[in-house]
Structure formats: structure tokens, C-alpha cells
């Protein structure tokens, strides 16, 4: 019965590892797929963002830019929306949705490159492990001039939605393993058995095979025919 239950749990262990790694290598590249989904999506809603916030600030610039302050000031936002600049041809910052910015220089590396070319920009960074920003200028455009700059972030969290956690894996590892287990335990005892039967039926082969042997025949004199042979031929060299 220990036996029994040694082999059941070294293979119930073997089998628990190779499922828990199955688990495991499944969930990374599962991981990875929707990690490079949810990237490629916020990079999306980012651009989308920028265009209309581009846009409204084309329609309002000319007239009220007093308003873009107030506006970015107040309660208008979008998801994961960081921080929104309105940049002017100067590099002068008009509206910020942190009035402490408004009237300061662009300062943003590679700034001379981007607002050279009137045309989108998207970067991405990570300001800190585990978070990523998508931070896209846009240019506001009248009549096909470049007339100001958009310039909007947006962060969003790494691994957000991503695969099982390690004890959820272990759950699904356990929970599996109970009917494996006891299956398991009734083939390998059912083996044991089957093992064990065998080699009593070959020991009992073995012993009937002896016991069948011919034995020594006994001459009436009660030695046998090869004594009486040995002690002629002694009597014969003692002569």
C-alpha cells in the first residue's frame, strides 16, 4: 500500500509540473498577444483624441484663445488622458490642462524636428516600469497652414487584463489533479497486482519444476552405484 502511494504521488507531481508549465507558457504568449493589443489600442484612442482636440482647437484659436484654457482647465478630458498642451508657431505654450505651463517655451526634446514637419506624431515611452505613455502632436491646421501645435499624453497601465495569475494556475492544477490522482491510484494498483500475481505464479513454477527433479537411486546395499565405482577404483590403486 506505501508503494502504491509513493508512485501515485511522484506521478501525480510529474504531472502537476508538466500542466502547471502547459498553463504557464500558454498564458505568456497569451500575455504578449493582448499586451501588444492593448498597446496598439490605446495608441489608436490616443491619435483619435488628438485629431478632434486638433480640430476644435483649430475652430477656436483664432477666436477666443482664452477659451482653450478654460476649457482644458475645467472638466474636459478623455480616458488615460495625462496632460494637453496647446503650442503656438513660437513654441509658446497658450493652454495647458496645468495652468502652471501656460506662457512657458517648449521645452520637449526633439521639438525643432517635430514642428518642422507638419505632419503627426506619435511616441511612445515608459516614465515608469510597468506604465506606458503615448504621447502624439498634432498639428492644427487652417486653410493648410500649420497655425499651433497639439500636444496630448496619455498613460495606461502594462498588463492590464492579461492572463491567470499564478494562483488561479494553481487552482486549475489542483482541481485537475484530484480525479487524474485517483485514477492514478486504482491503475497503479491495479499493476501492483497484476505484477505481484505474476511473480508468485513464477515462484510457483520454479518450485514445482524442482520437486519434479530425479533424485539419486539407492542400491540395496544402501550406497549408490557411483560409491561403489570410487571405492573400486580405490581398491584397485591401493593393490
Same mark, same amino acid.
Given at each position: ?24 507558457? +500558454?498564458?505568456? &504568449?497569451? /500575455? !504578449? ?10 495608441? @489608436?484612442?490616443? =491619435?483619435? *483624441? ?62 525643432? +524636428?517635430?514642428? &518642422?514637419? /507638419? !505632419? ?10 510597468? @506604465?506606458?505613455? =503615448?504621447? *502624439? ?67 510457483? /513454477? ?34
Amino acid at each position: 500500500m506505501l508503494r502504491v502511494g509513493c508512485v501515485t504521488l511522484v506521478a501525480i507531481l510529474l504531472i502537476g509540473s508538466l500542466l502547471y508549465y502547459t498553463l504557464h507558457r +500558454s498564458d505568456l &504568449a497569451e /500575455s !504578449r498577444h493582448g499586451e501588444r493589443q492593448a498597446s496598439q489600442a490605446a495608441r @489608436q484612442r490616443a =491619435v483619435a *483624441v488628438s485629431r478632434v482636440f486638433a480640430s476644435l482647437s483649430a475652430a477656436v484659436f483664432q477666436v477666443d484663445v482664452p477659451k482653450m484654457q478654460e476649457l482644458l482647465g475645467g472638466s474636459w478630458g478623455a480616458e488615460g488622458l495625462a496632460d494637453a498642451m496647446l503650442i503656438d508657431t513660437g513654441d509658446r505654450v497658450l493652454a495647458a490642462t496645468n495652468p502652471a505651463y501656460v506662457g512657458q517655451q517648449m521645452q520637449d526634446a526633439g521639438w525643432a +524636428s517635430i514642428r &518642422a514637419q /507638419s !505632419r503627426e506624431w506619435v511616441f511612445l515611452d515608459e516614465p515608469t516600469p510597468g @506604465q506606458e505613455r =503615448v504621447t *502624439v502632436f498634432e498639428p492644427v491646421m487652417d486653410k493648410g497652414s500649420t497655425i499651433a501645435w497639439a500636444r496630448l499624453s496619455f498613460l495606461r497601465t502594462k498588463g492590464e487584463g492579461a492572463g491567470r495569475t499564478q494562483e488561479e494556475r494553481l487552482r486549475l492544477v489542483a482541481g485537475a489533479l484530484v480525479p487524474v490522482g485517483m485514477i492514478l491510484a486504482g491503475l497503479v494498483a491495479l499493476v501492483m497486482r497484476l505484477a505481484t500475481s505474476r511473480l508468485r505464479e513464477r515462484i510457483k /513454477s520454479v518450485v514445482v519444476e524442482a520437486m519434479a527433479d530425479p533424485q539419486p537411486v539407492l542400491s540395496g546395499q544402501g550406497t549408490t552405484e557411483g560409491e561403489r565405482a570410487r571405492v573400486g577404483a580405490g581398491t584397485h590403486r591401493a593393490a
